[in-house]
């Protein structure tokens, strides 16, 4: 059981570069969730999913994508990359339902832009 | 709005000292849950505890001990007899439940400084 997965661990990335920052749960988890993480400040939403197909935005989505074609995997995809994306981007995932269960983070991709 | 407060930036303490880190939290729903995460230099986000709005119970597990307290709308968490292994960021968070997303919304976080 190896919970919530994240490749790549790191990447150097050229302004206007695209990639996609992979994310797998298997513990077959309705709910999964992006954040980021920029320098001294706490993570911040950028999108999630409650289920294969569904996807949302959270509080930060511009510059960023994603889909939600299997349970287990929530790709994000950074279509030309900019400077201000430079960040820790961590995915968790929750099973559901009930508001008491707690989100599973996988150990973050650090992303710089240049 | 939801909205956490980690109003303490960083914090320095001698081992052994006693420390408190602060969580301030603001929400319409009457059904939440309060978290607190441990973020270590390595990186990764460590689960301490969850609370939901109610049970005021204090928890002491261990070292840590958490104090929350709809009232004042805080959740505060102490580390008793401090060692450098806690020396961290830690992380407050409120999961919301009113739209079924249970997202979080963190704090900004604590840098802890255990020195020994």
């Known amino acids: 059981n190896a919970g919530v997965t994240q490749t790549p661990k790191f990447r150097i990335l050229k302004i206007g570069q695209s990639m996609t920052l992979q994310c797998t749960q298997d513990?077959?988890?309705?709910?999964m969730y992006w954040y980021r993480q920029d320098p001294g400040m706490g993570l911040k939403l950028i999108y999630y999913?409650?289920?294969?197909?569904?996807?949302d935005k959270g509080e930060v989505p511009n510059g960023y994508n994603v889909s939600r074609s299997t349970t287990e995997d929530f790709p994000l995809r950074l279509e030309l990359a900019a400077p201000s994306q430079t960040s820790v981007y961590f995915c968790?995932?929750?099973?559901?339902?009930?508001?008491?269960?707690?989100?599973?983070f996988g150990p973050g991709t650090r992303l710089l832009v240049l | 709005a939801q909205k956490v407060t980690q109003a303490q930036t960083e914090i320095s303490v001698v081992e052994k000292e006693d420390v408190t880190l602060d969580c301030v939290y603001e929400?319409?729903?009457?059904?939440?849950?309060l978290f607190w995460y441990k973020q270590p230099p390595s990186g990764e986000l460590v689960f301490l505890i969850r609370?939901?709005?109610?049970?005021?119970q204090n928890e002491i597990s261990g070292r840590y001990s958490w104090n929350f307290q709809k009232s004042t709308s805080s959740f505060n968490f102490t580390i008793t007899a401090s060692q450098v292994v806690d020396s961290a960021v830690y992380f407050c968070?409120?999961?919301?439940?009113?739209?079924?997303?249970?997202?979080?919304?963190f704090g900004t976080g604590t840098r802890l400084k255990v020195l020994a």
């Open positions: 968070a409120l999961s919301e439940s009113t739209s079924g997303t249970y997202k979080y919304i």
């Open positions: 609370r939901n709005s109610f049970d005021e």
């Open positions: 968790a995932s929750r099973p559901t339902p009930g508001n008491k269960e707690t989100q599973y």
């Open positions: 513990m077959n988890h309705n709910y």
């Open positions: 999913s409650v289920g294969a197909g569904i996807t």
């Open positions: 929400t319409r729903d009457t059904t939440y849950y």
